[in-house]
């Protein structure tokens, strides 16, 4: 037998991604480009016709249902996309789209030949309607709703009807047929959703690796998140415009929600003398606010390794939108009469959702983290990233990473960019630039492709591997100051067993390590 005979082979009989079987629709050199443009969805179908919507976290999704319910919409979500929608994306939609496409539109086109399996496609037509947000810049992101379109026309549900919400203005109108209208009390209830929702995350997030008895934390978020759904859907109508702005900041009607849901939390006991490396998400606004597939589930992951993690809030976005249209008018100062005005008048409704979350979190004994100054955001990115180049998520990237490795937010930063997005390349070239200048930042940015998690979480593995020595050592040096381990397990009291507990920070990174300097001062 010779050497060669030896090898013994061996054969991959795993799945194998199915070839692409359908075609994209013929298109010829004089076809003009054809913007979508929906059937109307009239009021009185809104009793009858479900209204889809998903793409966030399971909470902010939750309460912006609550939401929508409560102005009388049949609102439902959308299942978190999985690998089959990832697939199925790419399948019907344009070959060349990043994987936040792929897997929303998969996600959207499974759901609804589903539908149409179990009630027809004429009946889907009239049941469902879908509202996502919408936007322009060089980010695909604004290209979604014409990926949305391909995809139903290969699936034989071209009269499916879509609608955007853009994210320009609060009071957007009536879409067509007036079925469905984005005024004050619509996009109120979500951004105010969002912001509840966010902080009730980050605090989930904060507990969860220290509780006591396993899933404690999870029971106590769902709690929460359904004490806010019946808030939301219970919420009181004050007036069309600025009757319902004005009541949903000068009322305590959410932070006494708030306050519940603090008192459920209440009941988590944890072991904060755990040490774990704090890990901050940044990235792609789909990829860093999803949890489950569409991320190879990087949150649980990184928990699940031993660490804590710092999520990214949706809020920020916001707050980062009205930055730059607050930039905008800044540079047309002297030349747009009223710019200076606009630009003052977009800064002070800034203010006032900062000073909304400020609010959740004090209703919240102040746990979920504090938002960072988009001021103090854009003057850290300014020397490696110019503030105008607004794509994606532009210098907030890179902003958020100096911000966390000189406040010492956390240990390490995981950067989440779908595969050839542009603007997240951009931000990742010019972190090479931060990392020039100070090199013991650990940084991990990881491209998602949606079907290459070994090598992603392989390449944040030897990152975190770094931070846990990074936070053992911080650590041990604590201890060593403070008197060692089993002296602090004594002066901890049953009021510091509590998830609500509110532990100062020292100017270290590690929740032990705070806890272990407040111990040692108490």
Request: proline share 5%; aromatic share 10%; net charge positive.
């Amino acid at each position: 037998m010779t050497t060669l005979e030896k090898i013994r082979m061996v054969q991959d009989h795993g799945p194998k991604t199915p070839r692409r079987v359908v075609a994209p629709p013929a298109r010829t050199s004089d076809t003009p480009y054809r913007a979508y443009k929906p059937q109307p969805f009239t009021r009185e179908e809104r009793d009858k016709v479900t209204v889809l919507f998903g793409g966030l976290h399971w909470r902010a999704e939750r309460l912006i249902q609550g939401a929508m319910q409560n102005l009388g919409y049949n609102a439902q979500i959308l299942p978190t996309a999985t690998r089959e929608d990832l697939l199925t994306g790419r399948e019907v939609a344009d070959i060349g789209q990043c994987c936040p496409t792929s897997f929303t539109t998969g996600n959207l086109a499974n759901y609804l030949r589903r539908e149409a399996q179990r009630i027809g496609a004429e009946e889907v037509k009239k049941n469902f309607v879908y509202v996502t947000a919408g936007s322009c810049g060089a980010c695909r992101f604004g290209q979604y709703h014409q990926s949305y379109e391909l995809a139903l026309r290969n699936s034989g549900l071209d009269a499916f009807r879509m609608f955007l919400l853009g994210q320009e203005g609060l009071d957007q109108g009536a879409a067509a047929g007036g079925g469905l209208d984005l005024n004050l009390p619509f996009t109120l209830g979500a951004v105010w959703a969002v912001v509840l929702a966010d902080a009730v995350q980050d605090m989930e997030y904060q507990i969860r690796p220290y509780e006591v008895t396993p899933g404690e934390t999870v029971r106590a978020a769902k709690d929460g998140i359904e004490i806010l759904y019946e808030a939301f859907r219970k919420r009181p109508r004050r007036g069309e415009k600025w009757g319902a702005l004005a009541w949903h900041l000068a009322t305590p009607y959410f932070v006494d929600a708030m306050k519940e849901v603090r008192r459920r939390f209440d009941q988590v006991e944890v072991d904060r003398l755990r040490m774990k490396p704090l890990v901050k998400i940044t990235g792609e606004f789909y990829l860093q606010t999803v949890e489950g597939d569409p991320n190879y589930n990087i949150h649980r992951w990184l928990e699940a390794e031993g660490a804590e993690v710092y999520p990214a809030a949706i809020t920020i976005w916001f707050d980062y939108l009205m930055r730059l249209a607050a930039q905008d008018f800044e540079d047309r100062i002297g030349v747009d009469r009223g710019a200076r005005l606009k630009s003052g008048a977009i800064g002070a409704a800034q203010g006032l959702l900062r000073w909304t979350y400020a609010r959740m979190r004090r209703a919240l004994a102040g746990i979920p983290h504090e938002l960072p100054a988009q001021a103090e955001l854009r003057s850290l990115a300014k020397p490696y990233y110019h503030s105008r180049l607004n794509g994606g998520e532009g210098d907030m990237l890179v902003g958020k990473a100096l911000w966390a490795y000189h406040k010492k937010k956390a240990h390490m930063i995981c950067e989440l960019s779908p595969y050839s997005c542009m603007p997240n390349t951009m931000s990742i070239g010019a972190m090479s630039g931060v990392l020039g200048k100070y090199p013991d930042l650990l940084y991990a940015p990881l491209e998602i492709k949606g079907d290459a998690e070994v090598h992603a979480l392989s390449r944040c593995q030897m990152i975190l591997t770094e931070a846990k020595k990074r936070a053992q050592k911080e650590y041990d040096e604590v201890l060593e100051r403070s008197g060692g381990l089993d002296k602090l397990k004594s002066l901890v009291t049953p009021e510091m067993r509590k998830a609500t507990y509110k532990v100062p920070r020292y100017g270290v990174a590690g929740t032990a390590a705070n806890f272990a300097l407040h111990l040692a001062q108490c």
